[in-house]
């Protein structure tokens, strides 16, 4: 593949991307005004608790291309733990999660690796209030060696 190829398939998933943020950002809830989704994005959190509503380990799923998978949450927050490392190729290195409900993006995060910076794995976590049901978890991945996707319930 000749350079204005790669530097081609690199622009369209920034642009994939940035619209699965912008979407989010501006694409109403289809869900009453009283159903709200409070997404906070940190750096390097899991766990909880020991008395009460606690986090349970929904699914782990991990790879090195774009994937995507639906899980049920039972309770009304969901956790989104991910973590990658790119392939060393001094080139531009990207995934974004999004988690989706019913056509929505409520959550989105996209790591990035510059063409000279460290390949070191990095690791964010996105969390998610909102209510039961199907959610799905879509990863898209671009020059990326191995991802790791795990999925948590507060209930």
């Known amino acids: 593949m000749d350079t204005a190829t790669k530097v081609l398939v690199v622009i369209c998933f920034i642009l994939i991307g940035a619209l699965g943020f912008i979407s989010g950002m501006f694409l109403k809830s289809p869900h009453d005004g009283d159903q709200y989704y409070n997404v906070t994005i940190t750096g390097d959190t899991e766990g909880g608790g020991s008395s009460g509503p606690s986090w349970h ?29 790119p392939l060393v190729n001094y080139d531009v290195n990207s995934i ?14 996209t790591v990035d690796w510059g063409p000279t910076e460290s390949p070191a794995r990095k690791k964010r976590t996105l969390e998610v209030e909102g209510s039961p049901g199907e959610y799905c978890i879509a990863v898209y991945a671009n020059e990326i060696r191995d991802w790791k996707v795990t999925v948590w319930d507060y209930y």
């Open 96 to 109: 974004t999660v999004d988690v989706l409900r019913d056509g929505y993006t409520v959550a989105t995060d």
């Open 57 to 85: 380990r929904v699914m782990t799923f991990t790879g090195s291309e774009s994937d995507y998978r639906y899980v049920n949450i039972r309770g009304n927050r969901l956790r989104v733990v991910f973590s990658a490392s």
